[in-house]
């Protein structure tokens, strides 16, 4: 392959991988933004207290219903422990807990743009200070 042709071939691939951390720091600080209708009832830096949510400082990869501290309502409990929550079902979840765990005790009826999800799983990913 001629060196023009493999520039071809190869610039958008590069270009991909270059431009990826940007966007998924871009992703994380709109989720900081979106994060701010959570923030009444959810914590999420790192020893934080319980609010009316649990604090979310660490919750990708955590089993559901298992916050230390906080007291979960019969439903969570009985079903959160077979969920892990992870960008699947975080997503899932935010679009409408009532759907995920019914009786579960968070009154929010949800996310309903994929985009804003997201970038809110982005941001609790990144881990807080």
């Known amino acids: 392959m001629e060196k023009p042709a493999m520039l071809k071939v190869l610039a958008p691939i590069v270009a991909a991988v270059v431009l990826a951390s940007p966007a998924q720091a871009q992703d994380a600080a709109a989720g900081k933004r979106a994060f701010l209708k959570c923030v009444a009832c959810h914590s999420v830096a790192k020893g934080a207290p319980n609010k009316i949510g649990p604090n979310l400082f660490g919750v990708v990869g955590r089993k559901a219903g298992t916050a230390p501290g906080f007291r979960y309502s ?25 759907a995920v765990i019914p009786g579960t005790s968070m009154a929010f009826a949800g996310v309903p743009n994929a985009a804003e999800r997201a970038s809110i799983i982005a941001y609790l990913k990144k881990p807080v200070p």
């Open 74 to 98: 019969a439903a969570m409990k009985a079903k959160g422990a077979a969920i892990v929550w992870n960008p699947a079902t975080l997503d899932k979840w935010l679009a409408r807990p009532s």
